[in-house]
């Protein structure tokens, strides 16, 4: 059974950095972060492959956000940078056995494996 655990949300101010880990049991999936702000859906906002590690970002986050993967660590991580009070919510990692596609960043019900959460809180 994969495990997830995240690691590293916090409070910033607008501007600010954050950097988010993911420590995984195995890591041979296509692997991403999620989130969810309160009364709202769970979208996607960066996935990552195992092999290749093509990249795929929600369009809110590009350009501000690095989503990177260490297959030797089981380690995933989303570096945050220029955050902006939309960006607070829940963070959840996620994997799933299917490579990923840029229009999986839709579809969190595909993935099947999920860390408990951690809240990222941008002031403004």
């Known amino acids: 059974q994969l495990q997830l655990v995240e690691s590293g949300g916090g409070s910033v101010q607008a501007g600010g950095s954050l950097r988010l880990s993911c420590a995984a049991s195995y890591s041979n999936r296509c692997m991403g972060w999620f989130r969810q702000a309160p009364g709202k859906e769970r979208e996607g906002v960066a996935l990552i492959n195992p092999e290749d590690g093509s990249p795929y970002y929600a369009d809110s986050v590009k350009g501000r956000f690095t989503i990177s993967r260490d297959n030797a660590k089981n380690t995933l991580s989303l570096q945050m940078n220029r955050l902006k009070p939309e960006d607070t919510a829940m963070y959840y990692c996620?994997?799933?056995?299917?490579?990923?596609?840029?229009?999986?960043?839709?579809?969190?019900?595909?993935?099947?494996?999920w860390g408990q959460g951690t809240q990222v809180t941008v002031s403004s």
């Open positions: 996620a994997a799933r056995a299917p490579l990923c596609r840029l229009g999986d960043l839709g579809t969190a019900f595909s993935f099947g494996y």
